[in-house]
Nanobody
Framework: QFTLVDSGGGSVQPGGSLRLSCVAS????????IAWFREIPGNTGPRKGVALISMSGGSTDYLDSVKGRFTISRDNANNAAYLQMNDLKPEDSGIYYC????????????????WGQGTQVTVSS
């Protein structure tokens, strides 16, 4: 069964950095678009797409509020994806989930087929 494992979250002060990792169980990751979504505990709305990368890695897209601060990347040879988060702000806090699917979209969590277990990011002074 194809699975994803998220890691790398933690607690940092505003302005700090974190690097999230998403490791897949096998090489079928190469056939998927990869995205990172954020969920705010207690928020009843859908998870919000933060960053997205195409199968080849040649195209990326970001939530407006993280452009210039976050960078998504993938390493197909090692079945992994990453989210480098710099200049973190309190509003970046939440649970971050790696997800994979066939549609290149940040706007629809329902388009994604497999999800990691999530990793908590807390930005606070």
């Amino acid at each position: 069964q194809f699975t994803l494992v998220d890691s790398g979250g933690g607690s940092v002060q505003p302005g700090g950095s974190l690097r999230l990792s998403c490791v897949a169980s096998d090489s079928t990751l190469v056939h998927y678009v990869i995205a990172w979504f954020r969920e705010i505990p207690g928020n009843t709305g859908p998870r919000k797409g933060v960053a997205l990368i195409s199968m080849s890695g040649g195209s990326t897209d970001y939530l407006d509020s993280v452009k210039g601060r976050f960078t998504i990347s993938r390493d197909n040879a090692n079945n992994a994806a990453y989210l480098q988060m710099n200049d973190l702000k309190p509003e970046d806090s939440g649970i971050y989930y790696c997800a994979v699917g066939s549609s290149y979209t940040l706007h629809s969590p329902m388009a994604y087929d497999y999800w990691g277990q999530g990793t908590q990011v807390t930005v606070s002074s």
